[in-house]
């Protein structure tokens, strides 16, 4: 099988159209030690002009014009939020993260995001539905702060797996995205999250797309 291997530099996220909630995001609320969600779905990388052809597999790696966590970032946010929770929470949530496109982000974009925006109000009180303490909230959102505050441009490594298709796979690459600021005692702060698996090629669940997995790390 085949392996290609592409790099590109200024490669440029566009968000999805944000949802409609009933719920105005915009006044997010003044509830501490929470976040808020602006955004939530599957991002677009544009200016990746690659191609991976049929029965054959790539791996992209490029530099994005965005800032946000590392899949490191996540991870450690994701296993100290998931130590939190109830055993059935911790497994429903796993379950989700295995089909759902939101992978590994769906801690925050699903389980404490309800699916979609939200406000600061509304994610503390789906963190405290789910059986977290008010101390176990300050010191989650305490090490999301910090990290959202560090976050800086960021590139991805991801392996584009085309080996069951007969037909090749070109253009873009498609992520799934939650962006929106955290908020403490010590202040606020912007994030945004990339899930760690995406589709190239075609958005899921249109076709004509293969499954890519990989990393998000600093440039």
């Known amino acids: 099988m085949e392996t ?13 159209i944000p949802l409609v909630v009933t719920e105005s995001v ?8 929470a976040f808020s969600i602006d955004v939530q779905g ?3 990388l544009v200016g990746l002009a690659y191609t991976v052809p049929a029965h054959a597999s790539g791996k992209i790696v490029a530099e994005l014009q965005t800032s946000a966590l590392t ?12 130590g939190m929770l109830d055993a059935s929470y911790r497994e429903e949530t796993k379950e989700y993260e295995k ?5 590994n982000v769906s801690l925050w974009s699903w389980t404490f995001g309800g699916g979609a925006n939200a406000s600061y109000e509304k994610t503390r009180e789906t963190m405290k539905s789910k059986g977290l303490t008010d101390e ?9 702060l910090e990290r959202a505050q560090s976050m800086s441009t960021v ?18 690459l498609y992520l799934y995205t939650v962006s929106g600021s955290v908020k403490t005692s010590k202040g606020t702060a912007q994030y945004r999250m990339l899930a760690d698996q995406g589709s190239a090629g075609g958005p899921p669940p249109s076709g004509g797309g293969a499954p890519s997995a990989g990393n998000i790390i600093l440039n």
Not at 27 to 32: D, I, L, S, V
């Open 155 to 172: 590139k991805i490594e991801f392996f584009v797996n085309n080996s069951a298709n007969d037909y090749s796979v070109s253009g873009d």
């Open 26 to 33: 915009a006044a997010a609320g003044t509830a501490e030690e």
């Open 99 to 103: 089909t759902s496109a939101s992978a």
């Open 71 to 82: 899949s490191g970032d996540v991870d450690n946010l994701n296993n100290l939020a998931m």
């Open 136 to 144: 176990q909230i300050s010191e989650l959102m305490e090490a999301f």
């Open 4 to 16: 290609i291997q592409i790099s590109k530099t200024g490669v440029v996220l566009l968000d999805p």
């Open 42 to 44: 599957q991002g677009q």
